[in-house]
């Protein structure tokens, strides 16, 4: 064999496995299967999961804060501010923030990016021809999609779709949107028209950002029974993601009930983004700040896919974040009151299997006999630890090769007792 993990935990209830890998694929999981393997990952007990997605990443963006920080903090001001510097973007600089984010990610354990460059007559298409350019450089790090997402709007900023249609072209593999930035209800209906038309033109998924607002009030910010109608209309059940969706959380169980509804329907996969949403959420509120979350809970609980992502990293619309799934699935547990054992493990569900569904790449996925041989090991003792944990990502594993591994020891010097020992080491 190619490479074995060994000693795994990869469930809390079993006795620690070990993993064989041929080639990309897992070839066996069990105990004890010892064997000659060109190379050994020893997990000692730690726990193993897949490896971690980012269903929804925006890399032309990351580490633009301290150029022009916000003043205000909201949605406007970010989208604003970010038209601006988008007008200076320069293709090395690009690149460089590019690697950072995926550097941070592939350290932390993630295999798959969703990324979504803007498509725009201000930056043309840089975003999508470095973001390409970046799955290639990192193929066999984390695997790339690329989706041509026009956050400027499409009926508002004229030449985008013709651009959308050039990104497709290119390479990209995923048609993206942004209805809630066009001027009216009717062309926000249009936008999402034209998206679906560009996506069926090349065979493509659809994902775009939806229902980003405090509240329903403005169609423009609620479009998601609409999305979920065409998405049913147009046989395109399965293959559509949304991002935000945090108009659905200003409603009532029993409103929000027959939207639901139709998106579990429409097979819909809903990827949460707490760390923007929390940020920009409530900004007008005088008390009772709301934090615009999507009612995760009950989309789960209504049988709707739901995954999480880190979005931005330090911008304007996310001045925070290191690239790390589980630093934001923590914070999702924490706002979303993800916390009896059962719901935290939910969350890690979420940056895996449920993510690997947003993707579609759910056929392929997993700890199991001829599945990609995408794996974490962290350094924890327990899988149901990981969540609190959010501990060292030991061995990081893509396509069966080790791709990064993190040493970490803590040394606490305590008072000499009795001539004892002053350290104690812990990892």
């Given at each position: 064999?190619?490479?074995?993990?060994?000693?795994?935990r990869?469930?809390?209830?079993?006795?620690?496995?070990?993993?064989?890998?041929?080639?990309?694929?897992?070839?066996?999981?069990g105990?004890?299967?010892?064997?000659?393997?060109?190379?050994?990952?020893?997990?000692?007990g730690?726990?193993?999961?897949?490896?971690?997605?980012?269903?929804?990443?925006?890399?032309?963006?990351?580490?633009l804060?301290?150029?022009?920080?916000?003043?205000?903090?909201?949605?406007?001001?970010?989208?604003?501010?970010?038209?601006?510097?988008?007008?200076?973007q320069?293709?090395?600089?690009?690149?460089?923030?590019?690697?950072?984010?995926?550097?941070?990610?592939?350290?932390?354990?993630?295999?798959?990016?969703?990324?979504?460059?803007?498509?725009?007559?201000?930056?043309?298409?840089?975003?999508?021809?470095?973001?390409?350019?970046?799955?290639?450089?990192y193929?066999?790090?984390?695997d790339?999609q690329?989706?041509?997402?026009p956050?400027?709007?499409i009926?508002?900023?004229?030449?985008?779709?013709?651009?959308?249609?050039?990104a497709?072209?290119?390479?990209?593999?995923?048609?993206?949107?942004?209805?809630?930035?066009?001027a009216?209800?009717?062309?926000?209906?249009r936008?999402?028209?034209?998206?679906?038309?560009?996506?069926?033109?090349?065979?493509?998924?659809?994902?775009?950002?939806?229902?980003?607002?405090?509240?329903?009030?403005?169609?423009?910010?609620?479009?998601?029974?609409?999305?979920?109608?065409?998405?049913?209309?147009?046989?395109?059940?399965?293959?559509?993601?949304?991002?935000?969706?945090?108009?659905l959380?200003?409603l009532?169980?029993?409103?929000?009930?027959?939207?639901?509804?139709?998106?579990?329907?429409?097979?819909?996969?809903?990827v949460?983004?707490?760390?923007?949403?929390?940020?920009?959420?409530?900004?007008?509120?005088r008390?009772?700040?709301?934090?615009?979350?999507?009612?995760?809970h009950?989309?789960?609980?209504?049988?709707v896919?739901?995954?999480?992502?880190?979005?931005?990293?330090?911008?304007?619309?996310?001045?925070?974040?290191?690239?790390?799934?589980?630093?934001?699935g923590?914070?999702?547990?924490h706002?979303g009151?993800?916390?009896?054992?059962?719901?935290?493990?939910?969350?890690?569900?979420?940056?895996?299997?449920?993510?690997?569904?947003?993707?579609?790449?759910?056929?392929?996925?997993?700890?199991?006999?001829g599945?990609?041989?995408?794996?974490?090991?962290?350094?924890s003792?327990?899988?149901?630890?990981v969540l609190?944990?959010?501990?060292?990502?030991?061995?990081?594993?893509?396509?069966?090769?080790?791709?990064?591994?993190?040493?970490?020891?803590s040394?606490?010097h305590?008072?000499?007792?009795?001539?004892?020992?002053?350290?104690r080491?812990?990892?």
């Open positions: 064999m190619d490479l074995l993990v060994k000693d795994a990869v469930w809390d209830d079993r006795d620690l496995v070990d993993i064989a890998v041929e080639g990309d694929r897992i070839a066996a999981v105990p004890h299967l010892g064997g000659d393997a060109r190379h050994v990952a020893d997990a000692q730690r726990a193993v999961l897949p490896g971690f997605l980012e269903p929804h990443l925006h890399l032309d963006k990351a580490f804060y301290r150029r022009q920080p916000a003043r205000d903090g909201t949605l406007e001001e970010a989208i604003r501010l970010t038209g601006r510097l988008k007008a200076e320069e293709r090395k600089d690009v690149l460089e923030r590019s690697r950072a984010v995926l550097d941070m990610a592939v350290t932390n354990g993630t295999v798959g990016v969703r990324a979504h460059p803007d498509v725009d007559p201000i930056q043309g298409l840089i975003g999508v021809e470095t973001a390409l350019a970046l799955a290639e450089e193929r066999g790090l984390a790339l690329v989706v041509a997402f956050q400027e709007g009926i508002k900023s004229p030449g985008t779709l013709e651009l959308m249609e050039e497709m072209r290119m390479g990209a593999r995923v048609a993206g949107g942004c209805p809630y930035n066009e009216d209800w009717e062309d926000t209906k936008h999402i028209d034209l998206v679906f038309g560009l996506a069926e033109r090349f065979g493509a998924p659809v994902d775009m950002h939806a229902d980003f607002a405090d509240d329903a009030a403005d169609p423009r910010f609620a479009a998601l029974s609409y999305i979920a109608e065409r998405t049913i209309a147009l046989g395109y059940q399965g293959r559509v993601t949304l991002g935000h969706v945090t108009s959380g200003a009532t169980p029993e409103e929000a009930k027959p939207v639901i509804d139709l998106v579990a329907q429409a097979d819909i996969s809903i949460t983004l707490p760390a923007t949403d929390l940020y920009l959420g409530g900004r007008r509120d008390a009772s700040q709301r934090r615009g979350l999507t009612p995760v009950l989309l789960r609980d209504s049988g896919n739901v995954a999480f992502s880190s979005n931005n990293i330090r911008n304007a619309f996310t001045p925070f974040g290191k690239a790390d799934p589980l630093q934001i923590s914070l999702l547990a706002v009151q993800f916390g009896t054992p059962h719901s935290q493990a939910e969350i890690l569900r979420m940056a895996t299997y449920d993510a690997a569904r947003a993707m579609g790449l759910a056929a392929d996925y997993g700890i199991g006999e599945r990609a041989a995408d794996l974490v090991v962290c350094d003792p327990l899988v149901a630890d609190l944990d959010i501990p060292a990502r030991l061995f990081v594993i893509k396509g069966g090769r080790v791709v990064a591994e993190t040493r970490c020891e040394v606490i305590r008072q000499p007792q009795n001539n004892d020992p002053a350290e080491s812990t990892r």
